[in-house]
């Protein structure tokens, strides 16, 4: 997988949006981050469970591995050049799951949404 294609689905998932944090491109849904990665990069940051982290290390070991600072939490690096499209797909859809609101915020009184 490149860069461009990873981006193009963080992009397509709902209410994502690109936001460069520490010199990166941070992905997020409502504020909150579910990827990240840098164009230029050969590898990505996905957010997921420790014990999809721990699986995916496991199967692949040259293409996953657990990242800095972030793994404790279950955060899985992700070597493009290793990735099969229909494995991304899947991962970034369930990173945005994982962090993507349960539920839509009711209108705070006040709100012209309202």
């Known amino acids: 997988m490149k860069y461009e294609q990873f981006r193009r689905i963080c992009l397509a998932l709902p209410e994502a949006e690109e936001v460069e944090t520490w010199g990166e491109a941070t992905f997020r849904v409502r504020g909150r981050i579910f990827a990240m990665g840098a164009p ?3 590898s990505v940051s996905v957010k997921a469970t420790l014990d999809d982290q721990a699986g995916l290390v496991a199967m692949d070991p040259r293409t996953f591995s657990v ?3 972030t793994g404790r939490f279950g955060w899985v ?8 499209p229909q494995l991304g797909e899947r991962l970034l859809k369930n990173a945005w799951e994982r962090t993507a609101p349960r539920v839509t915020p009711r ?3 006040g709100d012209p949404r309202r």
């Open 107 to 109: 209108p705070r009184r």
């Open 40 to 42: 230029e990069g050969r």
């Open 77 to 84: 690096t992700v070597r493009l050049a290793g990735l099969a």
């Open 67 to 69: 990242s800095a600072y």
